[in-house]
């Protein structure tokens, strides 16, 4: 039920009356003064920038919404060309960043298998990987995780050049936190209320929540085979995937959002 409830939502957002009732100057509008500087604050900080939100971003600053047709398009925005050079692109040494993302956590020797109501929050690989057939390769690997805020920009891109062998999109669970770690205040958990909850818990929506699976053998033989795992996280739940199973990728090349 909450599926439906959210693939509903997710229609919504994809019509132009979601843009018309957010997508404006007036009070409650995403292009108010407050809403832009937030948004800019975000994209500059990220850079080490001072630019404006239509120097970010492609949008049309004189037409209605900027020019977005829906909510999700203003959230999946595009960048400018030129606003986030690549780290090494002509180096397969270097592995870029992915997205533009807050580090989270980093992980070594990690299991293929744990259990992931123990405490601490162990990445279990075989789990995030929706006990896929080529998770087996990554026993005792690395697991590198980072976080979009809601103000980030949402798309992905490749972080080597390489062949997609596989890519899939795993339906989960929404809204769901870990309630044995003490998150949050503990006032405020007894009150069902964890603001700090989405973000301290997010090793444990790594298997949990819904997600984006791409497995790439990276040109670079000593790189070899690598995931990218795409986390939609609450009610964000959504994962669109925009590469297909045998297509060669170049390092910085879009793969979903």
């Known amino acids: 039920m909450m599926k439906k409830v959210l693939n509903a939502w997710d229609d919504f957002l994809m019509s132009?009356?979601?843009?018309?009732q957010v997508l404006h100057a007036n009070n409650q509008g995403w292009f108010?003064?407050?809403?832009k500087n937030d948004l800019e604050t975000v994209a500059n900080k990220a850079a080490d920038q001072n630019n404006k939100f239509e120097e970010h971003f492609i949008c049309d600053p004189s037409a209605p919404c900027h020019g977005y047709q829906s909510w999700d398009a203003f959230f999946t925005r595009q960048f400018r060309d030129g606003q986030r050079p690549l780290a090494g692109s002509k180096d397969d040494n270097i592995i870029a960043n992915a997205c533009e993302s807050k580090p989270y956590n980093t992980a070594y020797n990690c299991s293929l298998r744990d259990k992931f109501w123990?405490?601490?929050q162990p990445y279990s690989i075989q789990d995030m990987c929706a006990h896929d057939a080529l998770a087996t390769q990554f026993d005792g690997g690395t697991v590198?995780?980072?976080f979009l805020s809601a103000l980030s920009y949402h798309r992905w891109h490749a972080p080597v050049?390489?062949?997609?062998?596989?890519?899939f999109v795993v339906g989960a669970i929404y809204d769901s936190e870990p309630l044995w770690e003490g998150l949050g205040d503990p006032e405020k958990r007894n009150?069902?209320?964890?603001e700090d909850g989405e973000t301290t818990c997010q090793g444990y929506l790594a298997r949990m929540a819904a997600r984006a699976v791409i497995f790439?053998?990276?040109d670079n033989s000593e790189i070899g085979l690598m995931a990218f795992i795409g986390i939609g996280m609450d009610e964000?739940?959504?994962?669109?995937i925009t590469v297909k199973e045998g297509q060669h990728i170049e390092k910085g090349q879009e793969i979903g959002m």
């Open 236 to 240: 964000v739940s959504t994962c669109d």
């Open 161 to 167: 050049s390489g062949t997609i062998k596989k890519a």
């Open 32 to 35: 108010n003064d407050t809403g």
């Open 16 to 20: 132009e009356e979601s843009a018309d």
């Open 216 to 218: 790439i053998e990276a």
């Open 191 to 194: 009150n069902d209320i964890d």
């Open 144 to 146: 590198y995780q980072a």
């Open 118 to 120: 123990n405490k601490k």
